[in-house]
């Protein structure tokens, strides 16, 4: 069973080799490995010429994002299974015959899935672990849980393919609109892969523009096209646990956006911790505090 591995680079040469070793290292998998770069500056060209022999495909030239250059990757997927790993992720060894034997055992599956550890920029020390769980739409709706390194889909039941109008959220908008086509899901309680955190990965970088389109683009035309109480109830959690992380990172603009989200299109009344972080985002946190000790002191 061929497996295709898309890897979108982009000024990413400290981390690149590792990538490629931890994917060409797999043992017992006929693999098929694709690496589009979008003109680097830096040492990747050389990191990629000197792996060129081991690679399916290669090119190197501007693209107009992560997206673009996904889908121009995926004009030369031929595998059975396919996957992406960007460039500063690692598999995990042994991962890739471990997910062919999962598809081979169930041929109704189109999804496969397992668990992530965040790791720190060495791609060694371990930050915290990222578990997954059965899939249910419902569920994942309201919870993220698949992490995008550890999921590998069926080349005949999900096309290789994402909207390229999506910067940060394609991987979780193409799992949604499989789940919504009757796609199955398969998860494996196992680590499949190794996310790395630093200063420049784009998740920690643009966590509120992450947000913002998760719900723009995807949670907002849900609801608009007649989505069921469950499912409103599903985003309206959701957003309530983006209200809370936007309220951590001092991004009180996006907290009283989500908030005001949540409130109008789900239909759905916030508790009070939530009217809280409001408060504070509408008035800033000492304004706030004045507020409620004057509540305190408040005749009965």
């Known amino acids: ?123 060694e020390t371990v930050i915290e672990k990222f578990r997954g769980e059965p899939y249910s739409r419902l569920r994942h709706l309201a919870h993220r849980f698949i992490a995008q390194p550890s999921c590998f889909s069926r080349t005949s039941m999900v096309s290789p393919a994402v909207r390229e109008d999506l910067h940060y959220c394609m991987d979780y908008e193409l799992w949604l609109r499989a789940a919504e086509r009757g796609v199955k899901f398969h998860y494996v309680p196992e680590v499949f892969s190794r996310y790395r955190l630093h200063e420049q990965s784009k998740s920690v970088r643009a966590l509120v523009a992450m947000h913002g389109e998760i719900v723009e683009k995807i949670y907002r035309p849900i609801l608009r096209a007649g989505a069921s109480r469950a499912e409103r109830s599903a985003i309206a959690q959701a957003a309530g646990d983006m209200v809370h992380q936007l309220n951590s990172l001092g991004a009180r603009a996006a907290v009283l956006r989500t908030l005001l989200f949540r409130l109008v299109e789900t239909r759905i009344l916030p508790d009070a911790a939530l009217v809280s972080l409001g408060l504070q985002a509408l008035l800033g946190p000492g304004l706030t505090r004045f507020v409620q000790r004057c509540k305190r002191f408040a005749p009965a």
């Open 1 to 123: 069973m061929k497996i295709s591995i898309v890897t979108p680079s982009f000024n990413q040469g400290a981390y690149l080799e590792a990538t490629l070793r931890s994917v060409l290292e797999q043992k017992s998998c006929d693999l098929e490995l694709i690496v589009i770069d979008g003109g680097s500056t830096d040492a990747s060209l050389e990191i990629i010429r000197r792996y060129a022999p081991l690679l399916s495909y290669w090119e190197s030239e501007k693209d107009r994002g992560q997206s673009h250059a996904l889908n121009k990757g995926f004009a030369h997927v031929h595998g059975e299974i396919w996957s992406w790993l960007n460039s500063d992720d690692l598999l995990e060894p042994g991962v890739l015959a471990r997910v062919a034997d999962v598809f081979e055992a169930n041929r109704e599956v189109g999804v496969v899935y397992g668990d992530c550890v965040y790791v720190g920029e060495d791609g």
